[in-house]
């Protein structure tokens, strides 16, 4: 920041009257840059171009006068800030009353003395310096408040996919799955018009769907086979399992992973796992993943099945539609199924790729 005494400041000096401008300029130009304006008009294109540090503004101007320059220059973004002092010889408390509404900072009447019109000057640099000093440290503990923010979420995002590929380990087959699902979530969430934050948040928590496979045991998980009754009872409860991992975390994708693990088996006409919900009462992230995890069930492989060709996929998902799945996101899957193709071919099984990708 600048010294008080700097001549790097700049003033604006305002005045119809050039033996006023004159005489101003005797004043403050041994210390500071002085620019000169005749009229309002030119004020405001000077201001907006040399970008002065402080104005010394009359009032009485033919054309604009001072307190329509002061608020034209308070109402643009480059200027706002830049401190005004009225320059005049109305010195009635209503004159002042208006300078201060118009966004002044300070009142000099006329016949001007030099001693004040400098005391002035220096009091509102100084004041005006520790206004962008302050902003400045603001402004820097800010950046630096966004990078933690940053280092925490990159962190969070980390253990998520670790978390999530450790729920697909077990199985070769489903690698990519998880990369496939944050995507086709994403696009659908977007489609239902979720908002940009809320389409990031499903695309992170999405992949957590299936996390509480981890504590399912292979021999029920990678049978080639068709389950029994109890084994089908014991795979059910990785839902509720998931949704014990994932609680009471602070994390807004924990949160949003906790919902979708326990409700993305849930089924719209309530026939659903494991707490039987209905329609409406299913979480929309929870409808969203649901039928992106059985589009993406259909038409990979799995131990215990080769993948369905798109059609026979589309079909049963039509037949779906209104049980299974909630009517509105059947509609938009259907809408963007071009773009879901394209994630499908993007990532295959055995994908090495990333997942956090977000746009």
């Not at 995507?183 to 928590?205: K, P, W």
């Not at 649901?290 to 259909?298: C, G, K, Y």
């Not at 059609?311 to 049963?316: D, G, L, N, P, V």
């Not at 539609?321 to 509105?328: E, I, V």
Request: glycine share 6%; proline share 4%.
């Amino acid at each position: 920041m600048k010294s008080v005494n700097s001549n790097r400041y700049k003033i604006l000096l305002v005045d119809d009257t050039p033996v006023n401008l004159k005489l101003l300029g005797q004043i403050l130009d041994p210390e500071y840059e002085v620019f000169f304006a005749e009229d309002g008009e030119t004020a405001i294109q000077l201001a907006g171009e040399v970008k002065p540090d402080l104005i010394l503004l009359d009032v009485m101007m033919p054309g604009m006068n001072g307190y329509d320059v002061c608020r034209h220059l308070k109402a643009q973004h480059d200027t706002t800030n830049i401190p005004i002092l009225f320059v005049t010889s109305m010195g009635e408390l209503e004159d002042e009353r208006r300078g201060f509404e118009a966004g002044g900072v300070d009142y000099i009447t006329k016949p001007i003395s030099p001693s004040i019109v400098q005391a002035r000057v220096q009091t509102h640099l100084a004041l005006y310096n520790q206004s962008r000093l302050l902003e400045h440290m603001v402004e820097q503990r800010t950046k630096q408040l966004k990078q933690a923010l940053e280092t925490i979420k990159n962190a969070s995002l980390e253990t998520i996919q670790r978390l999530s590929k450790a729920a697909e380990y077990k199985d070769e087959d489903t690698g990519a799955h998880i990369l496939r699902m944050s995507h086709y979530c994403a696009v659908l969430a977007r489609q239902m018009g979720l908002t940009d934050r809320e389409v990031e948040n499903i695309f992170h928590s999405a992949p957590m769907h299936d996390v509480g496979k981890i504590a399912i045991p292979d021999r029920i998980l990678l049978k080639p086979g068709k389950l029994d009754a109890d084994e089908w009872k014991i795979l059910k409860q990785h839902t509720t399992l998931g949704g014990k991992l994932l609680e009471s975390s602070s994390s807004k994708f924990f949160k949003t992973a906790e919902v979708i693990a326990l409700t993305h088996h849930e089924k719209w006409d309530g026939s659903g796992y494991p707490m039987g919900l209905k329609g409406s009462e299913i979480p929309l992230v929870g409808r969203i993943v649901a039928i992106a995890d059985v589009f993406d069930a259909l038409t990979a492989r799995r131990p215990y099945k080769e993948p369905f060709s798109l059609k026979k996929s589309y079909a049963i998902i039509r037949e779906s539609k209104g049980k299974h799945f909630d009517p509105d996101v059947v509609d938009a899957f259907f809408a963007i199924k071009d773009q879901l193709i394209g994630i499908k071919n993007k990532f295959q099984d055995k994908e090495n790729g990333s997942i956090y990708k977000f746009n």
